[in-house]
T-cell receptor, first 115, second 110 residues
Framework: NAGVTQTPKFRILKIGQSMTLQCAQD?????MYWYRQDPGMGLKLIYY???????DKGEVPNGYNVSRSTTEDFPLRLELAAPSQTSVYFC??????????????FGDGTRLSIL | GDSVTQMEGPVTLSEEAFLTINCTYT??????LFWYVQYPGEGLQLLLK?????DKGSNKGFEATYRKETTSFHLEKGSVQVSDSAVYFC?????????FGSGTKLNVKP
């Protein structure tokens, strides 16, 4: 029962490097989300998707890009890593059925440090 | 815009004490409300939810009532255990976007 799977769990990047954080879900959920969680803070929405081929910006999209070519996968791309992007990144998904009362299911997070 | 405000922590209690974590929200329309719990090194897990005014969500001894008149969704538990130590997040869902509070850390001492 995998749920939402994020890879890698940890990563250290140098300033200016790029990388892709992977997220996959096996629950056939339409909606997927990317959040960042800074130390002692709540979650900030980066991007979200309501289905394959559809993505939209959240509260803090600058410096990130996403794509949604399949229902299962929702990768997050950092093109030019900056120290301000040091954070824990969480991917989440939820079903469309019943819409607003459906909770989100979270992955275990990716801890990213940029030095 | 929509937002969630919850009490700052940490909250430190002795085992079997009564817990209240306050949460208030600002939103247009009729959002759904949630409490999530996060254990160290893990993602958030749904604790309970309420989808309309006066609904009470409950799970594992925790309860919260959706109060539209006071725009609140306070989390309560009658008798906390050491295993309840975690960070608790209040959240709302409005038009497919989720908004989270900043989290309240709960420490329960034996």
């Amino acid at each position: 029962n995998a749920g939402v799977t994020q890879t890698p769990k940890f990563r250290i990047l140098k300033i200016g490097q790029s990388m892709t954080l992977q997220c996959a879900q096996d629950m056939n959920h339409n909606y997927m989300y990317w959040y960042r969680q800074d130390p002692g803070m709540g979650l900030k929405l980066i991007y979200y998707s309501v289905g394959a081929g559809i993505t939209d910006k959240g509260e803090v999209p600058n410096g990130y890009n996403v794509s949604r070519s399949t229902t299962e996968d929702f990768p997050l791309r950092l093109e030019l890593a900056a120290p301000s992007q040091t954070s824990v990144y969480f991917c989440a998904s939820r079903a469309r059925v019943g819409d607003s009362n459906q909770p989100q299911h979270f992955g275990d997070g990716t801890r990213l440090s940029i030095l | 815009g929509d937002s969630v405000t919850q009490m700052e922590g940490p909250v430190t209690l002795s085992e079997e004490a009564f817990l209240t974590i306050n949460c208030t929200y600002t939103a247009t329309g009729y959002p759904s409300l949630f409490w999530y719990v996060q254990y160290p090194g893990e993602g958030l897990q749904l604790l309970l939810k309420a989808t309309k005014a006066d609904d009470k969500g409950s799970n594992k001894g925790f309860e919260a009532t959706y109060r539209k008149e006071t725009t609140s969704f306070h989390l309560e538990k009658g008798s906390v255990q050491v295993s309840d130590s975690a960070v608790y997040f209040c959240a709302l869902n409005n038009f497919n976007k989720f908004y989270f509070g900043s989290g309240t850390k709960l420490n329960v001492k034996p």
